[in-house]
């Protein structure tokens, strides 16, 4: 096992913009297992990640990585992260064999049997050039160079984003079995709430720059409650975090702490919410 609790610790750290900020986030990513990163569009997400990457510097406070500031030694803490963004960076005019060894020169060590065995599993075809790939394809060669270094730490930014169904269940079984030995970590920001449902162990939730919850999974989902009746029966909106109503009924979040089974009568049906109930109802949109 690894010898550090926290793989990444937002410690203080804020940033401004002029129609943004991230401010004063204080949270730990364990080490050893899959966090999700969710969030509505426009929440900080990608800042966030920028920041851990080193890619914007803070106007205050700091982040660690591998328990070591990502200021004072980013050429070594990069070296032992796999990072896979939605947009590529590559050259298009390049073929997928030459995109490769111009990354494996980046990393001391490069395993280049496991970057072509990616690609084969993958059905890249080393000589096609990058700018005729689709985009799954794309997102496919980026997570096939992200993991041929062997990182301990995958950073994964809407990774799935552009992937059919079944490939996504496939990635995510690649990433659950990647933290199988309890030294690798991964960061995974996606707005598909349903791949975090399979896989994630820990949440982070961020809106407009501020922290909204950093936790395991489990309390989070346990933090509410769904309530479903016909709208005779609507309790007092006083109660619920988010509303949706039609003739036929309401559907709505409630805390945990404020429901009772004497607030509401027989025909409330109260279900265990899904992350993107979570999402949908606390962002005050319906």
Not at 51 to 65: C, F, Q, R, S, W
Not at 133 to 139: A, D, N, R, V
Not at 145 to 153: Q, T, V
Request: aromatic share 12%; proline share 4%; net charge negative.
């Amino acid at each position: 096992m690894n010898n550090y609790m926290h793989v990444i610790e937002f410690c203080g750290f804020s940033k401004s913009y002029k129609d943004f900020n991230l401010n004063d986030l204080n949270f730990k990513i364990n080490s050893g297992f899959i966090t999700g990163l969710i969030g509505p569009n426009g929440a900080g997400k990608t800042t966030l990640i920028n920041a851990i990457m080193n890619l914007i510097p803070p106007d205050k406070g700091e982040v660690i990585v591998f328990n070591k500031s990502m200021g004072a030694w980013e050429r070594e803490i990069k070296q032992r992260i796999g990072f896979v963004y939605d947009e590529d960076f590559y050259y298009n005019h390049l073929s997928i064999k030459e995109m490769g060894k111009i990354i494996a020169s980046f990393y001391s060590n490069w395993n280049h049997a496991v970057f072509k065995q990616y690609l084969t599993d993958f059905k890249l075809p080393e000589r096609k050039k990058i700018g005729n790939l689709s985009k799954g394809m794309k997102i496919k060669f980026s997570l096939a160079a992200a993991l041929a270094h062997e990182p301990d730490l995958l950073i994964m930014d809407e990774p799935t984003s552009g992937l059919d169904p079944v490939f996504r269940r496939r990635v995510l079984s690649i990433l659950s079995d990647y933290i199988q030995d309890g030294n690798r970590s991964v960061l995974f920001s996606t707005h598909i709430s349903t791949d975090l449902e399979r896989i994630a162990d820990y949440i982070v939730y961020i809106s407009n720059g501020q922290l909204i919850f950093s936790g395991s999974k489990e309390e989070l989902l346990d933090e509410y409650f769904i309530l479903k009746g016909p709208v005779a029966s609507q309790p007092m909106k006083k109660h619920l975090i988010g509303l949706q109503q039609s003739p036929l009924g309401f559907e709505g979040l409630i805390s945990k702490n404020i429901y009772s089974e004497n607030s509401f009568d027989s025909q409330v049906v109260v279900e265990k919410p899904t992350l993107d109930d979570i999402l949908v109802y606390t962002q005050g949109d319906c």
